[in-house]
């Protein structure tokens, strides 16, 4: 019987079927990209070229702002058209740097595409590496890695866990990487272990991707200090708190962060981004996404440039059927519906689902009849119906438990009165985080 | 005839007992109040409304009389009560009117852009959260009735898409200011409502692809003011009210009709229906703005 | 707001109207409307067997009741102010189908149809939209309906006539001897009150053996000749009323909380009691067995809206249930104390859920946040 989370959880259809068995293939180079610089948690970056300059794939086009932000690279050589306000999925008012390709694709000095192997004989020079690269957490929560590879003295760690879950449905990018790279994925594991100065690293893989479980087993063989654990198929498992749970029974309580209970926990894709950026000093232009759904003509597992348009990706697999209904950036649990495919791929988007209309339209939403599904779905022990009620209600002064919610979605999942209950979690969380700022400055 | 008696008694006398009791610990545990908190809380309406922004007339007497404010208003009380309140505190009120909201969008459905189809909590807020509902512009009104919510007084409606306040109703109490999740109602003086109807922080070029009454950043507004009433930053106009004369030549100016005037006086109100003056054409602008 | 004038095709691939909502972009497929009609498709046996026992009437009496709710629910629905198109929706959403079906079960086959009506009259007004309508009632409407009933209209409700020899006739609505026709819990409770008299106590006791065989009394299905047992229309019964359950608990619709503490905690204290003294208590099965206890512990407490919505809150609110109808039937004026037990239980739900709030993730395991 697999590890995991005990409390809580759905199990909504996988649909991994569309692209499970696809091998990653490249998207050709855009023709221009638009890299937003607010992209990561944390302070948005500074430009440092300008219109009209020319620059080269993997250049640094700005700074970061503080410890808690991270560099962003050109990801296309080619000249800079324009920096200004665009509309990305991150806000409506993202700055952007606008780069017309030059087709050569022309990397800056100092990238080893070819580079195999991480030289392990000097770690302490890893983290700057990473931070260098402008690595963040590729999970989709876009924090900056060298940020969550130094932890504070007061919080020691003694776990790396490598979340290798990807439990939403549709998504197949992780499931493809540790088929493709799994020694590569390890190298970058063991880095990240040397960087932490831990002693255990964990891959957690869920059960339904069996060949990933055996391929990434193997890739780690006798590697001291690294173990692969399979955990059992259920939604949310692979989010950060209820991981921790299943594979090292601990709970990260209310408030805090995964390092206060000895553990940090990154993604495959950030595993495979820091070998790139420690073998290969490359900094991070690209990643794996899935586009998938009943609604787009040809689903595949795509590697693209950041900065991408969407339009390129999606002619790229056939154009969207005429029954798209909604289109997605992330998972359809926890992704973000867009209005217009006129945004740019981010370094935090791991797909691109295209719902048709009859699934896209929420059913009629009638009074809540205190069926308990919602709490018997979370996974944090809340009571989401009635915090939803609250919300409704415009009680938002007794919603703290709302900073609690992961906004996983399992709540809304299963409500038989179709109530929008996670987005009156998410109102209600706004609104009580507007309240203690006014509280604070009164 | 004897039960009778005894019966009045010992009730009579327990009467008179308790009387003694409660007038004792009257007298007693009484606590000093200032009496004329009593006399501004009978001029007040009772209503407890929260319009004054405090928890009922009673803590609004309480801090009238603590605070000697003579022009603390009461929205639905009016200039009345505010006057008869000023006369017990021996003041005289100010003259100042209270202020009326407007809402500064007027991009209605008929020459604003909506794309998609919005599916989620029908509130200006919850719809604030997922980049906001239905409308293009990313900073105009979601028209989905929070600040109607809001209003005790009935004086705010939903017009083809676009929120509009009601300045006969409207009695300045703000809760409409607050609901608002784009912050795009305020207060403007009410006998001078002159103001650019508009919230929208992007350039020209960008705001005519998705609304015809959006400030293009022309600033021939700021050109033609005499008064120096105009300003123009970060891609918008405003007016400012305290220097507003109502002339009504800015209104005059603005080709997407995007200023917007009320109690204009009758020969403003002319002027600003013929042409503008003659003016010399100004510099273009050097500082490129954000392309 | 979805006027189209000005609309960009700014949507992927030239498709129009892209659906802008919050996450989860996915739901299953489960809604208010399957829920409540699988449940009262559940009582349809136990619904037909009161129409082989007690004649057509019975189904007239479930028919009246439920047409009757309906029709309340459209009434208050529109009272309420809704609009036409959802009062047809919400009116025939499976709740007041539900709530019919239940009230019928809990009367006598001699009800006369003002009785129904006013029940279900009382169900929809003071059980369910008084309170704000679905989801918002604190108490079971059916249950409220029929302890209204059972105070207001005594004799009517208590007037257990006999099961027909044949079926397709009506029943003669004759009102009968209480002391022949009477129902096992009747029986119990005149066998109590005869407590002084060790003889009379004695004889009743017999009677109850002979008449009501333990077996019959799980079953419902009367031989002919044998025995003669009375009671509402869906007391029965409790091998039907359990399969029907059990559908519901394998669709996860109800789950065994409730229902399981519910009879435990009669069957414990009834147990202890005729442990005690079985002399003078009856076999705690057949308190099981006899009466609305399965009735109300698998349909009745087990209503969504009226019970609680934690695990734990569950067994505490079954237990209290049980242990209630167990005390009104042992020692209480009633012969049947399921409905009184239900409904007091009822009023302290939200007092349940709150005291069984779970513990949030993260938090050790000792202390409780404070309630919000």
């Known amino acids: 019987m697999n590890r995991t989370f005990k409390r809580g959880g759905i199990h909504p259809p996988e649909e991994k079927h569309y692209t499970r068995e696809k091998p990653i293939e490249n998207l050709p180079l855009p023709g221009k990209v638009c890299i937003p610089l607010n992209q990561n948690l944390g302070a948005p970056s500074q430009p440092v070229v300008e219109p009209k300059q020319a620059v080269k794939t993997g250049q640094v086009i700005a700074d970061p702002a503080g410890f808690v932000s991270s560099p962003v690279h050109a990801s296309v050589s080619g000249v800079v058209k324009s920096i200004g306000y665009r509309r990305t999925s991150v806000s409506p008012c993202s700055l952007c740097i606008e780069i017309e390709s030059d087709g050569q694709d022309t990397w800056v000095d100092g990238v080893r595409l070819e580079a195999d192997a991480i030289d392990f004989s000097r770690p302490e020079t890893f983290l700057e590496s990473i931070r260098a690269a402008g690595l963040v957490g590729m999970g989709g929560a876009a924090f900056p890695t060298h940020v969550k590879l130094s932890p504070p003295e007061e919080a020691p760690v003694d776990t790396l866990i490598v979340n290798g879950i990807e439990c939403e449905p549709y998504l197949t990018a992780d499931n493809r990487l540790m088929l493709e790279y799994p020694g590569k994925i390890l190298q970058g594991v063991l880095a990240m272990k040397a960087v932490l100065g831990v002693g255990r690293a964990i891959i957690g893989i869920e059960d339904n991707k069996p060949q990933a479980i055996a391929a990434v087993h193997e890739a780690v063989g006798k590697t001291p200090g690294v173990e692969v654990v399979a955990l059992k198929t259920c939604y949310p498992q692979g989010a950060e708190k209820q991981l ?61 440039r950041i900065g991408t348009p969407l339009k390129d990706v999606i002619e790229f697999c056939g154009g969207a059927r005429e029954d798209l209904g909604k289109l997605i950036m992330g998972g359809p649990m926890m992704g973000k519906a867009l209005r217009s495919a006129d945004v740019p791929v981010l370094k935090s988007t791991s797909g691109l689902i295209f719902l048709d209309r009859a699934s896209s339209l929420s059913q009629p939403e009638s009074e809540c009849i205190r069926c308990g599904r919602c709490v018997r779905a979370c996974p944090q022990g809340l009571v989401p119906g009635e915090m939803a009620r609250m919300s409704e209600a415009g009680k938002f002064e007794l919603l703290a438990d709302a900073l609690d919610c992961l906004e996983c979605g399992s709540c809304q999942y299963d409500c038989p009165s179709n109530r929008k209950i996670l987005h009156l979690l998410r109102l209600a969380k706004n609104e009580y985080r507007e309240l203690q700022k006014e509280k604070k400055s009164a | 005839m004897a039960v009778i008696l005894y019966s009045a008694l010992v009730l009579g006398g327990l009467g008179a007992l308790l009387s003694v009791v409660l007038l004792v610990a009257a007298r007693r545990f009484a606590v000093y109040e200032d009496p004329l908190i009593n006399a501004v809380e009978d001029a007040l309406p009772g209503a407890n409304c929260g319009g004054c922004g405090f928890a009922g007339c009673r803590a609004f007497a309480e801090s009238i009389v603590r605070t000697r404010d003579a022009d603390a208003f009461c929205p639905v009380g009016g200039r009345e009560t505010a006057e008869r309140i000023a006369g017990m505190l021996g003041m005289e009120v100010s003259g100042k009117e209270p202020p009326v909201a407007v809402v500064m969008c007027v991009g209605s459905l008929d020459g604003a852009s909506f794309v998609g189809r919005y599916d989620g909590v029908m509130d200006c807020r919850a719809a604030a959260i997922i980049d906001g509902g239905e409308r293009v512009c990313p900073y105009g009104c979601l028209g989905l009735g929070t600040c109607r919510a809001a209003c005790q007084y009935d004086a705010i409606s939903i017009i083809e898409g676009v929120a509009r306040v009601d300045p006969e109703k409207c009695t300045g109490c703000g809760s409409c200011v607050k609901a608002c999740p784009r912050g795009i109602i305020r207060m403007v ?63 005059a100016v603005c080709k997407p009709k995007t200023i917007q005037g009320a109690d204009l006086s009758p020969e403003a109100l002319e002027a600003s229906k013929k042409p503008p003056r003659k003016r010399k054409p100004a510099k273009p602008a050097t500082r490129e703005a954000n392309p | 707001m979805t006027g189209n004038s000005g609309k960009n095709d700014a949507a992927a691939g030239g498709a129009p109207d892209l659906v802008l909502a919050s996450s989860p972009h996915l739901a299953s497929s489960e809604s208010v409307r399957r829920i409540m009609h699988t449940v009262w498709i559940t009582l349809l046996p136990a619904c037909l067997l009161a129409g082989y026992v007690f004649g057509y009437t019975a189904f007239l009496i479930i028919a009246l009741s439920t047409a009757a709710c309906i029709g309340f629910e459209a009434l208050f629905l529109a009272l309420r102010g809704k609009k036409w198109l959802q009062v047809r929706a919400e009116a025939l959403d499976g709740s007041a189908v539900i709530t019919g079906v239940l009230l019928a079960l809990n009367l006598p086959v001699s009800s006369p149809w003002w009785l129904v009506l006013a029940g279900a009259f009382v169900a929809m007004s003071l059980g369910k939209h008084l309170f704000g309508g679905l989801g918002n009632n604190l108490f079971n409407p059916a249950l409220v309906a029929r302890v209204f009933l059972l105070i207001s209209f005594p004799t009517e409700m208590l007037d257990y006539s006999p099961p027909v020899e044949d079926f397709s006739r009506p029943h003669d609505g004759a009102r009968v001897d209480a002391e022949t026709y009477a129902t096992p819990l009747g029986k119990l409770k005149e066998a109590a009150r005869a407590g002084e008299d060790p003889v009379k106590f004695a004889r009743i006791r017999e009677e109850i053996r002979t008449d009501y065989p333990l077996l019959d009394l799980f079953l419902g299905f009367r031989p002919a000749g044998r025995g003669r047992m009375g009671g509402c229309l869906g007391e029965i019964s409790g091998l039907l009323l359990l399969l029907g359950a059990a559908f519901l608990f394998w669709r996860r619709i109800i789950t065994w909380h409730i229902p399981l503490t519910f009879v435990a905690a009669t069957a414990l204290v009834t147990g202890i009691a005729w442990a005690a003294d079985p002399a003078q208590y009856m076999n705690p099965l057949y308190h099981v067995c006899s009466g609305g206890l399965l009735l109300g512990a698998l349909y009745m407490a087990t209503d969504m809206v009226t019970s609680p919505v934690t695990a734990r809150g569950m067994l505490i609110f079954g237990a209290g249930c049980g242990l209630i109808t167990a005390v009104i039937r042992l020692w209480g004026s009633y012969p049947e104390g399921v409905s009184f037990a239900i409904l007091i239980m009822n009023g302290l739900v939200p007092l349940i859920d709150r005291a069984t709030r779970p513990r949030e993730f993260g938090e050790p395991r000792r202390t409780r946040r404070s309630a919000a």
């Open chain 1, 244 to 304: 921790i749970k299943a594979i090292l029974d601990r709970e990260v309580p209310p408030g805090k962060l995964p390092m206060h209970v000895g553990a940090v926990v990154q993604n495959v894709g950030t595993a495979f981004a820091v070998f790139e950026a420690v073998a290969r000093k490359k900094p991070l232009v690209e990643r794996v996404m899935t586009v998938s759904g009943p609604s787009i003509r040809d689903p595949k597992n795509l590697r693209v």
């Open chain 2, 189 to 251: 003086p009410r006998g001078s409502r002159v103001y650019v109807a508009c919230s929208s922080h992007d350039v020209g070029k960008l705001i005519r692809g998705y609304c015809r009454f959006g400030c293009i950043g022309c600033r021939l507004c700021v050109k033609t003011c005499e008064h120096n009433a105009v300003q123009f930053s970060d891609n918008l106009a405003r007016v400012d009210p305290d220097k507003c004369t109502r002339c009504g030549q800015c209104i």
